[in-house]
């Protein structure tokens, strides 16, 4: 849904998210050489210069100015949010980290190459009993790669040198192998797996930076409501002030003339000290507020007490029309919990049918052939290797399984198990989204009805008041009932406020609970 109201497009892809628009660069600084001697000079006196700063700045700390506009609407609170909220970035490192992951597991099929060289010495028996011994050194390179069809290559080359051999004394072998997985590790689902389930933790990860979006797009709407709330608060506090002063003060006249009794300006007075404290109580209330949306807008430590700014008004609170059905379609589609569950299950599909192939015994065809080479030198060995035409071969069949094989139909039958927990955790997330919902319009409904009848009531009490204020002039009204009147457009004042704010954190809660705040503003993955 386009937001009319911002103009600024907020786009998060993949990981990076709203963080990185304040992340900044860092250049090379050259270093000046100055080889004269009027060169070190300048250097030590600007030393002294940067020295003297330093003290200063020790001395008496400076708060560094916050780069934020002198008047925060909403649209600015959520881009300063998104800027400069820690645990947004905190998100943004861990699906950094899920993504790793994804290399870690594909690291067994990755190319591996391996280099051996060794001298050895065996002491062997002729046939006529004489004992003799075989000296010299071996070279061995191997070549292996393990495919996710289950297959494996081994290329190979080795050349061995004999000492005290008359002639050609190198002797070389190049081969290659071939193994294929014919049950176990066999195809692309099991060998896989690891792979696949890496990449789905990606995906969550990623739900679950979605949702941190979505709940620090929610926590500053509602800070932001807040102090909106304790500023109209501490606003009406000081116009109730100021109505008791006003009152206290034509009591005090009238007293002086005596057409009051004592007792009206006793309680004219005490009416007074009374909102004071409410006025006081006001101004500690806004403090709060304002330092928990601070909190939300600013990851800075200097100057973020000194940091003063005001708010835009809000738009008085609309009505609005909901379906309980479309929104829990939305919520299907948007909630970052709900995939995280649907990918949750897909991993215990994936890890299910890993483990259900495990239970089958190891039956492995391998073929295996090598050529042989002799000559005076290595490279002459491994030249005559690839002329011989009578190779060594292997071919075979190799079967492994365990006699009872109980522990791997232990791990199949957990994963089969974990799976329908899975579906029945789906199946329980989606009866609880239902609800919630339905709640959640409720309570709107309720407060958008609460939030009428306190615009109602603050009518009437205005009305009260001018109507007992006009009698109370011509003296037919008592200061006691002036005073009652005076207290219930108080009351009435703040319980619009309340129940207008109320209303505006409903409306979010549905946005949170669908999931539609991050598209209501613009926000993508």
């Not at 008496?60 to 300063?80: F, G, K, Y």
């Not at 290559?153 to 071939?178: I, N, Q, R, W």
């Not at 690839?386 to 365990?402: H, I, Q």
Request: some cysteine; charged content about 25%; proline content about 3%.
């Amino acid at each position: 849904m386009e937001n009319n109201m911002w103009s600024e497009r907020a786009t998060l892809s993949g990981y990076d998210s709203a963080a990185t628009w304040s992340r900044g660069w860092h250049g090379e600084v050259a270093r000046p050489v100055f080889p004269t001697y009027v060169g070190r000079m300048a250097v030590a006196f600007v030393g002294c210069l940067l020295i003297a700063g330093l003290s200063v700045v020790c001395a008496e700390p400076v708060s560094a100015p916050l780069e934020a506009p002198s008047t925060i609407s909403i649209e600015d609170a959520v881009v300063l949010a998104l800027k400069r909220n820690h645990t947004v970035r905190i998100g943004e490192v861990e699906v950094r980290k899920a993504e790793e992951a994804v290399a870690t597991a594909s690291e067994p099929f990755e190319l591996t190459a391996s280099l051996n060289g060794e001298t050895f010495r065996s002491k062997q028996t002729g046939p006529s009993d004489y004992p003799y011994s075989v000296e010299g050194n071996r070279q061995t390179a191997t070549l292996s790669k393990q495919f996710t069809t289950g297959t494996a290559v081994e290329l190979s080359a080795e050349s061995t040198a004999y000492d005290g051999v008359p002639g050609d004394d190198h002797y070389a072998s190049v081969g290659v192998g071939l193994s294929q997985s014919l049950l176990r590790n066999r195809g692309f689902a099991a060998n896989r797996a690891p792979i696949r389930v890496a990449q789905r933790r990606v995906d969550y990860s990623r739900e679950a930076f979605r949702q941190l979006l979505i709940d620090t797009l929610s926590d500053t709407h509602y800070a932001y409501f807040d102090a909106i709330l304790a500023e109209e608060n501490l606003r009406v506090a000081q116009e109730s002030l100021a109505l008791s002063r006003q009152l206290h003060e034509e009591n005090r006249r009238r007293s002086q003339v005596g057409s009051i009794a004592p007792s009206d300006l006793l309680q004219a007075e005490a009416e007074v000290a009374l909102r004071e404290e409410r006025v006081y109580q006001a101004e500690g209330d806004l403090v709060a507020a304002r330092n928990r949306l601070k909190r939300m807008l600013s990851d800075q430590m200097e100057g973020l007490v000194e940091w003063d700014f005001s708010l835009a008004s809000l738009p008085a609170p609309e009505s609005r029309i909901m379906d309980l059905r479309g929104e829990y379609d939305v919520a299907c589609r948007e909630r970052p919990d709900y995939r995280q569950a649907v990918i949750s299950l897909d991993i215990a599909d994936i890890e299910r049918i890993r483990e259900e192939n495990a239970t089958l015994p190891a039956l492995d065809l391998y073929a295996r052939m090598s050529f042989n080479g002799q000559s005076s030198d290595i490279g002459g060995g491994l030249s005559d290797s690839f002329d011989d035409t009578s190779p060594n071969y292997a071919v075979g069949l190799k079967l492994n399984r365990s006699i009872r094989n109980r522990s791997a139909d232990a791990r199949a039958a957990i994963a089969g198990l974990e799976r329908t927990r899975m579906r029945m955790t789906l199946s329980q997330l989606e009866q609880s989204i239902l609800l919630d919902l339905d709640s959640a319009i409720a309570r709107i409904s309720s407060n958008w009805k609460r939030l009428e009848s306190a615009r109602n009531s603050r009518v009437l009490a205005e009305r009260s008041l001018e109507a007992e204020q006009k009698r109370y002039q011509t003296g037919t009204s008592s200061t006691f009932v002036l005073i009652r009147l005076q207290t219930d457009l108080v009351n009435a004042r703040i319980r619009e406020l309340v129940t207008g704010n109320e209303y505006r954190k409903s409306l979010i809660e549905l946005d949170r609970q669908t999931g539609r705040i991050l598209s209501d503003w613009n926000i993508e993955m």
